[in-house]
């Protein structure tokens, strides 16, 4: 099966990518819907997840008629690995293999910021006290910003707390099939018992259920039964359960029973130590030059952050190059491009309003004066300028008469705190950036 899952891909990779991407890697064994792969080192699981997993396990569904979910063992058995993932406390079953969880996602693993804190906190509270205040818990926001490593962290925490409390994550596209099948196979008691009787249930993307008629009923029994014995319902979805309007009612009310909690995009500084840790967990040496310039090009979603992270540390391995902003500009430089309203914004136009509304020289505000009548309207200057354009604070920095990248956070802070607390500043910002849009595009 193996071979005629990678014969089909190798058109699509040519001879050079597939002897570097594919014949590396080893089947290990197919069990639980899961096929075990070992690779030679975490760089290459991270390729073969932002390039390759979708192609395979699309291949791997048209042969076995089954959704299949891949999991990369690094540099040794899957058996092993998996036996070391969780280990057994107090002589209790090891949960985590049988519970579905990734391995990867938890707690330790998971960085907090503005962005996600009330999500995160929720799920610190619920490990203490399970299916009680706090459920269900409906976590939702955009693709690639956490919403699994946090379901799947409370998870392992609940089975860490204790070993023999019975979790399941499945994604609802699981849930469907195996439901499909149940009734296929004449299985649904079987179905029915294993759901119903656990301790928590995660359902990844709870937004597939729309339109899927007896799946969706068969969620909402299963959810009332677990709920009715206080047992712990965990769900994410792309959005808020007031915008599932194609749902039941009756199941949209049911979510809104417990805790809905979005994660946003992280902030600046939530992405630098994103990327940080990532880069400390691949044992990774990056600069902090280039963790910045990354944090500052990447904006959309941590998948895409860190895969931004490796993409830059492979090339620079293969290439034999220094880690430095040129390479990381090089490698990033069809990523996250910008929309047609920041790339109509030049930063001339920004320099120009600023200094006309303070009565100064565009000259002014990329001198190295620093009396407050031009300092603020400096960082004001620039506050606009990462508002309004894609531009690096590095790139912003050069343009304000070669200031560094610190500067401008220091003036993006210090803007940022002027408009926390005073609403007739925030006002004025408004009208600025205003005043810059109509000027560009009068």
Not at 204 to 209: K, M, P, R, W
Request: glycine content about 6%; overall charge neutral.
């Amino acid at each position: 099966m193996w071979t005629s899952i990678t014969e089909s891909i190798k058109n699509d990779l040519g001879e050079d990518n597939f002897s570097l991407w594919v014949k590396p890697i080893e089947p290990e064994k197919l069990e639980n819907n899961v096929l075990y792969l070992k690779v030679p080192n975490r760089f290459f699981s991270d390729w073969l997840k932002e390039n390759l997993q979708t192609k395979i396990q699309e291949r791997l569904k048209q042969l076995t008629n089954q959704s299949i979910e891949l999991s990369y063992e690094i540099g040794r058995s899957a058996d092993t690995t998996l036996s070391q993932a969780s280990p057994a406390a107090d002589g209790g079953s090891d949960n985590s293999v049988d519970s579905g969880l990734n391995p990867r996602y938890s707690f330790e693993t998971f960085v907090v910021g503005p962005s996600n804190r009330f999500a995160h906190a929720t799920a610190e509270a619920i490990v203490k006290n399970p299916g009680r205040q706090f459920n269900p818990f409906v976590i939702y926001g955009g693709v690639g910003l956490g919403k699994t490593h946090l379901m799947c962290a409370l998870g392992h925490a609940l089975i860490k707390n204790n070993p023999r409390t019975r979790v399941f994550y499945a994604t609802s596209e699981g849930f469907v099939n195996e439901f499909i099948d149940s009734i296929r196979y004449d299985r649904t008691n079987a179905f029915r018992n294993k759901y119903r009787k656990l301790d928590c249930l995660l359902i990844d993307d709870i937004q597939f259920l729309i339109g899927k008629g007896r799946s969706e009923e068969e969620f909402f029994y299963t959810f009332n039964a677990l709920f009715d014995s206080q047992k712990q319902i965990i769900l994410t979805s792309d959005r808020a359960p007031k915008e599932m309007s194609p749902l039941e009612r009756r199941l949209i009310s049911r979510l809104e029973w417990g805790v809905v909690a979005d994660i946003k995009p992280p902030e600046l500084e939530t992405r630098i130590a994103i990327l940080r840790k990532k880069a400390e967990a691949e044992k990774l040496y990056m600069p902090d030059d280039v963790i910045l310039y990354i944090a500052d090009r990447i904006k959309s979603n941590i998948r895409e952050l860190e895969g931004s992270l490796i993409r830059v540390g492979a090339y620079a391995s293969a290439t034999a190059s220094p880690l430095s902003v040129d390479v990381a500009k090089e490698v990033l430089k069809d990523a996250h491009g910008e929309s047609d309203a920041e790339a109509s914004i030049n930063i001339k136009t920004i320099q120009k309003v600023v200094a006309r509304k303070y009565h100064l020289q565009v000259a002014d505000l990329k001198s190295k004066i620093r009396s407050d009548n031009i300092a603020l309207p400096r960082q004001i200057a620039m506050y606009l300028a990462r508002q309004l354009t894609s531009m690096s604070t590095t790139d912003i920095g050069t343009s304000f008469g070669g200031r560094d990248h610190t500067t401008v956070l220091h003036s993006l802070n210090k803007i940022k705190g002027k408009m926390e607390n005073d609403i007739y500043f925030v006002q004025m910002i408004n009208q600025l950036m205003e005043e810059v849009k109509k000027e560009e595009n009068p």
